[in-house]
């Protein structure tokens, strides 16, 4: 599968802002969609944002949507996810996933592979 590897997050304070890197390869086929999922301490995986490369369109959950943007950069296989208006509440692992599916959905048995995770700390 391909290789995903997330970097960006940290510590930050309420009302700051941070932006996770996702960089694809080991691969010459690209994903159809790229997704950011997150999970809390005792809490399931939940979905985050996702990125579909063809058409270039976005979806949001309802929790992070006017505060999160994603943007990408083609050549280097990379998509961001910009955070704005850190919560606490936002206080999670975020792992970035790809999906080589034509098909679209926002459950994590639609995407194929898993980054390995980077912490993001949203501090009150």
């Known amino acids: 599968q391909v290789q995903l590897d997330e970097s960006g997050g940290g510590l930050v304070q309420a009302g700051g802002s941070l932006r996770l890197s996702c960089a694809a390869s080991?691969?010459?086929?690209?994903?159809?969609?790229m997704g950011w999922f997150r999970q809390a301490p005792g809490k399931e995986r939940e979905f985050v944002a996702s990125?579909?490369?063809?058409?270039?369109?976005?979806d949001f959950a309802e929790s992070v949507k006017g505060r999160f943007t994603i943007s990408r950069d083609n050549a280097k296989n990379t998509v961001y996810l910009q955070m704005n208006g850190l919560k606490p509440e936002d206080t999670a692992v975020y792992y970035c996933?790809?999906?080589?599916?034509?098909?679209?959905?926002?459950?994590?048995?639609?995407?194929?592979?898993w980054g390995q995770g980077t912490q993001v700390t949203v501090s009150s």
């Open positions: 996933a790809a999906s080589l599916s034509t098909s679209y959905s926002r459950s994590r048995a639609d995407f194929d592979s």
């Open positions: 080991g691969r010459t086929v690209s994903p159809f969609t």
């Open positions: 990125f579909r490369w063809r058409t270039g369109s976005t």
